[in-house]
């Protein structure tokens, strides 16, 4: 039976070039840019940025990315580098979203910061934007200041599900709790109180669904 190695293999990738192909990744689809040599070695540990920049050149050899001279983040993932069955989406950052009080936010596609490519497998289901965080009320659901949510368009809910929401004019992320009478907005974070929304005089709304997230290194 023959099983395949580094050392009968040598296209294969060690453990510190597949970690420095997966920071690779991550940060283009946090950041829409490749990361820098110094941010590769800090992130992995890498004693020296030249540990760095032989895992890249290594990588390039392979076939899973392309090294551009003269700049500073010269790395292009090529087709190899790919996650096998995995889709990419190109998805708008539409701007922020309050995890704390409500802030003013643009989701409605007209102000579109910058676009970036993720890979469908971190959401369920697809979403259709990406807001940035800000705040810490729902760090009990492990949503942090500075994530960015994925947020699926759709005007309903389920009792539990937690929503990006507009209330009079203003945009917030939360877990909705809902019975004939009223409706809650729960922080998941006991510094935060809730938010009872009186359906006969807000301006409420539900833009969409939470449906995972990105956290920036």
């Known amino acids: 039976m023959y099983t395949m190695n580094s050392r009968n ?15 690779i990744r991550e940060h283009l689809a946090a950041h829409d840019m490749p990361p820098a040599l110094a941010e590769i070695a800090r992130a992995l540990g890498f004693p020296h940025t030249s540990s760095a920049q032989k895992c890249l050149q ?12 003269g700049k500073a983040r010269g790395i292009r993932l090529r087709s190899a580098a790919r996650p096998i069955g995995d889709d990419l989406l190109r998805l708008p950052v539409l701007g922020r979203v309050a995890a704390g009080a409500p802030i003013g936010s643009g989701t409605d596609g007209g102000d579109v910061e910058r676009h970036l490519r993720v890979e469908a497998s971190l ?13 810490d ?7 942090l ?3 960015l949510v994925g947020v699926r368009r759709q005007p309903t809910a389920e009792n539990g599900q937690t929503v990006v929401a ?20 729960l922080p998941r974070n006991p510094a935060y109180a809730l938010i009872v929304v009186d359906p006969n005089s807000d301006d409420f709304a539900i833009e969409g669904l939470f449906v995972g997230l990105l ?3």
């Open 215 to 217: 956290r920036t290194l």
């Open 137 to 143: 009320s729902m760090i009990d659901d492990g949503i």
């Open 58 to 69: 290594a990588l390039e050899r392979k076939g899973y990315v392309e090294l551009l001279p």
């Open 9 to 23: 293999d040598p296209d294969r990738l060690t453990d510190a070039q597949q970690a420095t192909l997966d920071f």
């Open 166 to 185: 507009r209330l009079d004019g203003e945009i917030t992320i939360k877990r909705l709790q809902h019975d004939a009478d009223s409706i809650r907005l």
């Open 145 to 147: 200041d500075g994530d």
């Open 123 to 135: 959401f369920k289901p697809r979403p259709d934007y990406l807001l940035r965080v800000q705040g």
